[in-house]
């Protein structure tokens, strides 16, 4: 079965940094893509940046681009969020997603419509 497990939520002052990691199991070879999304409440769920573990290939919402990066760690089945220049606006819950990508699909597509397997969220809290 496929298991993900997100870590690394706090709180942080606006302005700094947290990283967020994923652990990920259950998935046949590393044909899978990851995802980060996040829920604020009141508000619909944002995908906020993806990885292909195969090929590296990563996107990201136009909200973070320039300020969280997303990397994987193959050999430990690990995927990282680095989240830098936090606004209060990133308050959020944040999930870890993943879904099988044997066919390299665009990672936007995962990010506009969700992937098949959701671990429990770690909350994200920017004080301002």
């Known amino acids: 079965d496929v298991q993900l497990q997100a870590s690394g939520g706090g709180l942080v002052q606006t302005g700094g940094s947290l990283r967020l990691s994923c652990a990920a199991s259950?998935?046949?070879?590393?044909?899978?893509?990851i995802g980060w999304f996040r829920q604020a409440p009141g508000k619909e769920r944002e995908g906020v940046s993806c990885i292909s573990v195969s090929a590296g290939r990563t996107d990201y919402a136009d909200s973070v681009k320039g300020r969280f990066t997303i990397s994987s760690d193959n050999a430990k089945n690990m995927v990282y969020l680095e989240m830098n220049s936090l606004k209060p606006e990133d308050t959020a819950v944040y999930y870890c997603?993943?879904?099988?990508?044997?066919?390299?699909?665009?990672?936007?597509?995962?990010?506009?419509?969700?992937?098949?397997?959701w671990g429990k969220g770690t909350q994200v809290t920017v004080s301002s």
């Open positions: 997603a993943g879904d099988p990508d044997p066919l390299g699909s665009p990672l936007s597509w995962f990010l506009q419509y969700g992937m098949d397997y």
């Open positions: 259950g998935f046949t070879g590393d044909d899978y893509a």
